[in-house]
């Protein structure tokens, strides 16, 4: 390793087997009042045959000690952005506020059920609605339901609104209109949820400029039978479609509408707005662009937004306004929506996430939203610079909030981007998404957001030189790593071709 | 912005650095009709002491919070251990992506491991995924999946499941070409399983069947699941209350194809209603076909053990159109916290709870049904849910209850059931006590009486 390139942690610590290989019976980790109450005998209360007869064998009998030991052995195992820079492109993983845990946890909320009648949940209705106004500013698209539990949810949630919108303005009609077309950069749930509405998908070129080819588009187009495109704005290499409007345009001609993969806005929020674009419909991540915790693969939490012409179609219930009392806005759940897609989740959808996103923007304020977009732009066009020098940039066009490279160079020694991202991980660093999008070859899409000081930033970049030039004298390291693991590379064919999926005696 | 490591002077000398001028050139690939060219109209920034007054007079309109509270009906207040929260509040886990680096995941992974182990045992399957959004659309992707399994297209549900759960189903469904009906529950017993049973027939994919149900009633899975086969069809049984697992015979014993379940109740907070966390489960043969992702064993070249995300060429992102679901991120972090919970209370914990949650009910129950005026409209085997006939509006009801005694003491039915006025259902757990208990019974007896 070279000099001055520090290590954040060795990913070494003491082994741990499953809490079943742990477990001993008559080990208890947990009390409980005793029953107060008179006890009927269960067989009184419940059938025999209905009752369970395996007493759980199986399940762990531990101690809260071997509890508490087991995660915290086990935690050590994991990367994560406490520990340092994070750069998967198109995640956005940037600080999680330890604020907004709090606000989260606040008891008042916590302690709310769903089900309570509106007059005795005032707050928890008025943090939703709350939002749903920034998110309406943010976006520039007026109507929102936060309902959908994660990205993939808000997109379909989105695409069944234009579907519903399309069958109600065409009727019959609207059977000839079942083609969604999505790039051949896009992410992969958007065709599956695409599907899930019952669109069948083609696929539109993207340039050697890495944008969405008009011609193509427009050819596309052309037959009557384009129920929308679903676009990703920057798109997923990064680049502003600067055609967007025009793009828009030639969608709306051919009487479609246009769906935004709203997963790169923490390059635009308060720069641009979808909505001033020319987009229909849109879906945010809140645990991307607002922050909320990846919790190591959700909760997410993905609201969709929309025109005031497809706002009818939203999910219900919706959360309106209705009246002032005591100085304080009172709000109501409304059900009477007949052209709505219907409900997408029970309840209103990850509400701990909404709680942590609207303390997110009143931390930031309006400025200070703007000042993370322009760090997190900044941050992207520094580490663009840093590597070109040493890394194959597929793209001329300066890119936004991430940016994508390839192994073109490396792979000439036999190294290819998988060695590089495990090579990564001995300097200390979470490897960046790699092989995504698809249509780079070896991609390496890197975006390290906001929450990145220059320093880091200069780190990672040596870390990324120093690889290249691992690769050209001494491939092998790189082919090997990583080495400072708990585990070396696992083998996930083997994995995958006998499949263990769960612990059994 | 404190959040935001560079100073604004460092953000000026790496401008220079890549031969910027100023923040706006950032933005030059953007055309100029497009910036906004004013402030957000958002609210200015807020300190750390002037936002949590904020939020903290938000929550104290939310009355109910407070209250001793009888709400179930999909969420359950049950005890949470404190190490739940602290375990899930390292970074480590919390501020981690999904495991898709395996060597520096493996916390995660193995995490994941335990929670589809745990899942199989409860629910007497063979393999469970990674997780769901929540128990509704975990019984959406269950429906698709019959479809899938067994290329017929008729599914028939019990009107006794979640009435949210069903419209959620319904919103899934209403593109794939599939045919929902929905089948009555016996107005004596509250349950659904002869209705259910008559109307399988050899077009029909999938029976569904939720067991507590919504009115809390046990239904006869068995029976279903023999009914089901006969035909040819999937058993696909849901639950809202997974704590009935310490003490019902497991979906797979009694033969169910498809387990799923909202697991809120293991360790997770009301929260308004989310997030929460689903579990899936289903038989071996099926795992090809299962939505979500799935954590297996995996070696490394030193043969040692660990944990990597498998059988992928089911998902998005590979399959993409094809995928058998389009969920990618899913609740990662509230497995957890059920994994925390159920280790943390282990066997003999689930099984007391799930025991005093029966004896509790049962004791309400009876107390309730002795009121004047008060009845159990149905006759059905419970296990910490039933509904309650009241002599007035139950809304009304309950209304004055919470105004008068503070008192959260139900769900009243009409939203769904508009042939239900005076109905409510009624939840108890571990946490009511007894004292709470009684001045429910009080608080009902005397309200009504006005």
Same mark, same amino acid.
């Given at each position: 390793m070279s000099d001055g390139i520090t290590k954040?942690?060795?990913?070494?610590s003491p082994n741990e087997q499953l809490i079943f290989e742990r477990s001993q019976q008559g080990r208890i980790g947990y009390r409980l009042p005793a029953l107060d109450v008179e006890e009927s005998p269960v067989n009184d209360l419940l059938p025999?045959?209905?009752?369970?007869?395996?007493?759980?064998?199986g399940m762990p009998e531990v101690s809260e000690v071997d509890v508490i030991r087991h995660f915290v052995r086990m935690s050590t195992w994991n990367y994560s952005i406490d520990l340092g820079m994070y750069p998967l492109g198109s995640c956005t993983m940037k600080y999680n506020s330890r604020l907004n845990e709090r606000v989260a946890r606040i008891p008042d909320f916590a302690n709310?059920?769903?089900?309570?009648?509106e007059q005795d949940s005032q707050g928890a209705l008025q943090v939703i609605y709350e939002l749903e106004q920034h998110l309406a500013e943010i976006t520039g698209l007026p109507g929102v339901s936060l309902?959908?539990?994660a990205g993939a949810h808000g997109e379909m949630t989105g695409i069944m609104i234009i579907r519903a919108f399309l069958d109600a303005r065409d009727?019959?009609?609207?059977?000839?209109?079942?083609t969604m077309l999505i790039p051949d950069?896009?992410?992969?749930?958007n065709p599956a949820s695409a599907h899930l509405s019952g669109f069948s998908v083609k696929t539109i070129r993207s340039t050697?400029?890495?944008?969405?080819d008009l011609e193509h588009l427009r050819e596309l187009c052309?037959?009557?039978?384009?129920?929308g495109l679903m676009l990703t704005n920057p798109n997923t290499l990064g680049?502003?479609?600067?055609n967007i409007k025009q793009i828009c345009d030639i969608v709306h001609e051919a009487g479609g509408l246009v769906y935004m993969d709203?997963?790169?806005m923490n390059a635009l929020v308060?720069?641009?707005?979808p909505g001033d674009m020319g987009v229909d419909v849109i879906h945010l991540n809140l645990h991307k662009t607002f922050s909320t915790p990846h919790g190591g693969g959700g909760p997410g939490s993905g609201p969709c937004c929309c025109t005031k012409e497809l706002e009818?179609?939203?999910?219900?219930p919706r959360i309106v306004k209705t009246d002032w009392s005591a100085g304080e806005p009172t709000f109501r759940l409304d059900y009477?929506?007949?052209?709505?897609?219907?409900?997408?989740?029970?309840?209103?959808?990850?509400y701990g996430m909404m709680l942590r996103a609207l303390s997110y923007i009143l931390t930031h304020g309006n400025d200070g939203l703007r000042e993370a977009t322009e760090a997190a732009v900044l941050n992207a066009r520094y580490i663009a610079d840093g590597l070109t020098s040493d890394y194959d940039?597929?793209?001329n066009s300066p890119p936004m909030h991430e940016v994508v490279f390839t192994d073109k160079r490396q792979s000439r020694k036999g190294v290819h981007t998988l060695d590089i991202a495990k090579r990564l991980i001995d300097y200390g660093f979470h490897p960046m998404t790699?092989?995504?999008?698809?249509?780079?070859?070896g991609a390496m899409l890197i975006e390290p957001t906001e929450s990145v000081g220059r320093q880091e930033l200069d780190q990672f970049i040596a870390a990324m030189r120093s690889i290249a030039n691992e690769a050209l004298e001494d491939p092998e390291l790189v082919l090997n790593a990583?080495?400072?693991?708990?585990?070396?590379?696992?083998d996930e064919a083997a994995a995958a071709r006998k499949p263990v999926l769960r612990w059994q005696k | 912005m404190r959040y935001i490591p560079n100073s604004p002077e460092e953000r000026k000398e790496m401008l220079e650095a890549i031969g910027?001028?100023?923040?706006?050139?950032?933005?030059?690939?953007?055309p100029q009709d497009l910036l906004l060219k004013r402030a957000l109209n958002t609210p200015a920034a807020l300190s750390e002491i002037e936002l949590l007054s904020r939020f903290e007079r938000m929550g104290r309109?939310?009355?109910?919070?407070?209250r001793p509270s009888f709400l179930g009906g999909g969420a359950y207040a049950h005890y949470i251990p404190t190490i739940v929260d602290h375990i899930l509040s390292r970074s480590e886990f919390f501020?981690?992506?999904?495991?898709?680096?395996p060597e520096i995941s493996q916390g995660t992974l193995q995490t994941i491991f335990e929670f589809q182990t745990l899942v199989c045992q409860l629910t007497g399957m063979d393999l469970a995924n990674a997780?769901?959004?929540?128990g509704s659309t975990g019984l959406a992707e269950a429906v698709l999946m019959a479809e899938r399994v067994t290329r017929r297209s008729k599914v028939i549900a019990s009107s006794a499941v979640h009435p949210q759960y069903l419209e959620v189903v319904k919103t899934y469904v209403q593109h794939a070409g599939i045919d929902l009906e929905l089948a009555a529950f016996d107005n004596?017993?509250?349950?659904?399983a002869a209705g259910l049973a008559n109307a399988v027939?050899?077009?029909?994919?999938a029976i569904v069947v939720q067991s507590?149900?919504?009115?809390g009633c046990v239904e006869d899975v068995a029976a279903l699941a023999e009914a089901a086969h006969a035909k040819g069809a999937l058993l696909v049984v849901c639950l809202t209350?997974?704590?009935?697992l310490g003490l019902l015979k497991s979906p797979g014993a009694c033969g169910a194809d498809i387990v799923v379940a909202e697991?809120? #109740? =293991? *360790?997770? +907070?009301? #929260? =308004? *209603?989310? +997030?929460y966390v689903g579990l899936f489960a289903t038989r071996d043969k099926y795992a090809r076909q299962i939505p979500g992702r799935l954590v297996g064993e995996a070696y490394d070249k030193h043969g040692r053990r660990g944990f990597v995300l498998t059988l992928?060429?089911?998902?998005q992102h590979i399959?993409?159109?094809?995928?058998?679901?389009?969920?990618?991120?899913?609740e990662g972090l509230i497995a957890l916290a059920a994994t925390v919970y159920l280790e943390t209370m282990g066997r003999r914990g689930i099984q007391e709870v799930a025991h005093q949650c029966l004896q509790k009910a049962a004791y309400a129950a009876r107390r309730i049904a002795s009121i004047k005026g008060f009845s159990l409209p149905f006759s059905g085997p419970r296990f910490n849910e039933f509904v309650v006939r009241g002599p007035l509006d139950a809304g009304e009801l309950l209304a004055r209850l919470g105004k008068d005694?503070?008192?959260?003491?139900g769900i009243p039915l009409w939203r769904y059931f508009?042939?239900?006025?005076n109905d409510f259902l009624v939840c108890v757990t571990e946490i009511n006590s007894r004292a709470e208990i009684d001045a429910l019974v009080e608080g009902l007896s005397e309200v009504s009486n006005r």
């Open positions: 954040v942690t060795s990913h070494i025999p045959h209905f009752q369970r007869d395996d007493d759980l064998e709310v059920h769903p089900m309570t009648e309902q959908p539990a009727g019959e009609a609207a059977s000839g209109r079942r950069s896009a992410h992969g749930t050697s400029e890495g944008l969405t052309a037959h009557g039978e384009v129920a680049l502003f479609e600067r709203g997963a790169n308060g720069i641009a707005r009818p179609f939203l999910p219900v009477d929506r007949p052209k709505s897609i219907g409900r997408v989740k029970a309840f209103f959808g990850n940039k597929p793209f790699i092989y995504f999008p698809l249509i780079v070859q990583p080495h400072s693991t708990r585990v070396g590379r696992l | 910027l001028k100023s923040a706006e050139d950032l933005f030059d690939s953007i309109r939310n009355a109910a919070a407070r501020t981690a992506y999904t495991p898709y680096q997780s769901m959004y929540d004596d017993t509250g349950q659904s027939d050899d077009q029909t994919a507590p149900n919504f009115f209350e997974a704590m009935s697991g809120q #109740s =293991f *360790g997770v +907070p009301l #929260s =308004f *209603g989310g +997030p992928a060429t089911r998902e399959r993409r159109e094809k995928a058998t679901s389009n969920i990618c991120t899913n005694k503070s008192i959260e003491g508009s042939d239900r006025p």
